[in-house]
């Protein structure tokens, strides 16, 4: 979609040919490239684009922290290259990664930031109760920032920048690394702010689907601006080229695997039992079309465009994508002689963990059948990462029995390990070594040495295409490269169970997909995942899912259980979004009828 060059009434933030590029090591990065926006009034804008497509550059240059090197930018009304001060005193901006001040508490963080920004003592408490009020942490001005839950600190750095009450709001993904009870808690704030104080937000996000909740979106790729309308304008263009596939005869990742290399097919991805297809035309495509062959019990049905079809199709099909966001090479690992069945490599009953006498995780069972993906779900502070580090044999049970690959992580922990490659969150790589040394050294903490460690340096390197990067320093990569490269350390020691924590946090639909290829041709070839994940819809990848609150489980089954169990007259197709937050919902419900 060609660019909107009309230009709105009264923009809050216009950019005009604004070019910015960055020079590192001896090459230079253009991060924005000519491009042209206008932020209206009065409205919620979301900036959309992949990994590196310049939104957090764009926002830096839009409070003044970052100078064009061309272009105009204004920022209501105030020329931000020559008076960049006077712009950070009316803007407020929260980056992604906020500065909260963790040994102080929330009422001291918001003190901090009132001073920072000159508000007067006199003003404060009305202030502070407003901001409290809109994000619910009136019960927690007295509690260190650092003992917040994720979405709680998320609503407090929001606070923080409200502090000025400033007129235009800038967001740099505030919503990632959050469940969706709390994307949806500050998506209400937002929309308040915009209602009751009239406020302009320009907010960035990895959620699409968030993308459909803005009046507005800009969207960005490779520094260059691809479109700028409302979200319905975008998936019009989709209209009739989505569709459920379902066959009974194949696995669901068999399935996505042969229709994502059928030609005329633009994006597939895994929804329940279904794989939904996004085709280059609107015509309905046949079973041999799609999976080069005869497939009598296959069933095809269109279903509704949404944004995140447009997103992937624009981005596949109009600009230069690299290869590997097109279709991510199916998996060549070297895999355990390990082949999908009954058996049950991890088995978790009545598992408990007491932190003095508060119950992290309290009674959890459950057991993971081998080459099968389980998902681990939960609200933040739910005890899921606390039964993850169980489980990985990073911290030790209270009660109950946990078995991995066969062995007590109670009496043998290290053995276990052996058996386990592990994916941290935050990815766990040493940012001040370069790729292969990251390799290199991985590798050796799992004892590989001589011809074998050589042999799985080099397979990772071409295995994720991290061969042009072999020498570059790991924090100075895109974080779809980070990404890679942390799952090539897990997989070092061609582990048969590998757990993932918040996989793909940040990243954007294309690394994500590219993500799950790999995982999904894991898991066919006979190795165990388990998953904890925010996006409701990578839990559609899962083969079985629990979500857990308050340390307990909820409910454990498919992704296709759980919509079911709550489908109704008002919400014929509920999303595992909606099935999520009405769980958590009924739990808190049950907890507060209880408490009464």
């Not at 005193?89 to 990664?97: C, E, F, L």
């Not at 230069?320 to 390990?338: G, H, K, L, M, N």
């Not at 954007?508 to 994940?533: C, K, M, Q, Y």
């Amino acid at each position: 979609m060609p660019a909107d060059t009309r230009k709105p009434i009264d923009a809050a933030l216009e950019l005009k040919s604004v070019t910015k590029s960055f020079h590192t090591k001896g090459r230079t990065v253009r991060a924005l490239d000519a491009v042209s926006v206008a932020v209206k009034h009065g409205i919620v804008t979301g900036l959309i684009g992949p990994d590196g497509a310049g939104k957090t550059t764009l926002m830096r240059l839009a409070t003044g922290l970052l100078t064009p090197d061309q272009g105009t930018i204004s920022v209501l009304n105030i020329d931000a290259v020559s008076q960049p001060q006077r712009v950070q005193s009316v803007v407020g901006y929260m980056p992604q990664r906020f500065g909260l001040y963790e040994d102080l508490s929330v009422k001291e963080n918001l003190d901090l930031y009132s001073d920072l920004h000159a508000v007067p003592e006199a003003d404060r408490a009305s202030h502070y109760s407003d901001l409290m009020r809109m994000t619910g942490l009136a019960p927690f001005m007295r509690r260190l920032a650092g003992k917040l839950s994720g979405g709680m600190k998320q609503k407090l750095g929001l606070a923080c920048s409200l502090v000025g009450t400033p007129p235009l709001l800038l967001l740099d993904e505030p919503t990632v690394g959050v469940d969706p009870v709390s994307r949806r808690e500050l998506w209400a704030i937002i929309h308040r702010l915009v209602e009751e104080r009239s406020a302009t937000v320009l907010l960035s996000t990895a959620y699409l689907d968030e993308a459909e909740r803005c009046n507005e979106v800009i969207l960005l790729h490779e520094g260059k601006l691809l479109g700028q309308d409302e979200p319905a304008a975008f998936t019009r263009q989709l209209a009739g080229r989505s569709f459920h596939v379902f066959a009974p005869h194949m696995s669901k990742r068999a399935l996505q695997e042969r229709i994502s290399q059928a030609p005329g097919v633009l994006d597939a991805t895994i929804q329940g039992s279904r794989v939904r297809v996004v085709t280059e035309q609107a015509v309905v495509p046949t079973a041999e079309q799609i999976v080069g062959g005869a497939a009598p019990d296959m069933q095809i049905a269109p279903v509704a465009a949404r944004f995140e079809d447009s997103f992937v199709a624009l981005l596949k099909g109009s600009v230069d994508v690299p290869p590997t966001a097109r279709a991510a090479p199916a998996f060549t690992a070297a895999a355990p002689s390990c082949t999908p069945s009954g058996e049950d490599v991890i088995v978790v009953r009545n598992l408990s963990r007491r932190f003095g006498d508060f119950y992290a995780v309290r009674d959890v069972s459950f057991t993971v059948g081998r080459g099968e993906v389980f998902g681990l779900l939960g609200a933040n502070g739910a005890g899921k990462s606390t039964t993850f580090r169980m489980l990985c044999g990073l911290l030790p049970a209270s009660e109950g029995t946990l078995r991995v690959a066969g062995v007590d992580l109670r009496s043998a922990a290290a053995r276990a390990r052996a058996r386990v490659g592990y994916m941290a969150q935050k990815f766990s790589l040493y940012g001040d070594l370069s790729v292969g040394e990251n390799l290199r050294f991985f590798s050796s903490a799992y004892r590989l040495e001589g011809g074998h460690q050589r042999e799985r340096v080099e397979w990772a390197l071409a295995e994720f295409e991290l061969g042009p990067f072999a020498d570059a320093t790991s924090r100075d990569l895109p974080l779809g490269f980070k990404q890679r490269l942390a799952l090539a350390v897990a997989l070092m020691h061609e582990p048969d169970i590998l757990f993932l924590d918040e996989p793909t946090s940040g990243v954007d639909p294309l690394g994500r997909r590219e993500f799950w290829r790999r995982i999904n041709a894991l898991a066919e070839r006979g190795i165990t995942i388990l998953v904890t994940t925010h996006f409701m819809e990578e839990a559609e990848y899962c083969d079985r899912l629990v979500i857990m609150a308050q340390g307990r489980i909820l409910a454990q089954g498919t992704s296709e259980e759980m919509r079911t169990r709550f489908r109704s007259n008002a919400l014929p197709n509920p999303t595992m979004e909606d099935a999520f937050v009405a769980l958590i919902a009924a739990a808190e419900n049950h907890q507060v009828g209880s408490a009464a």
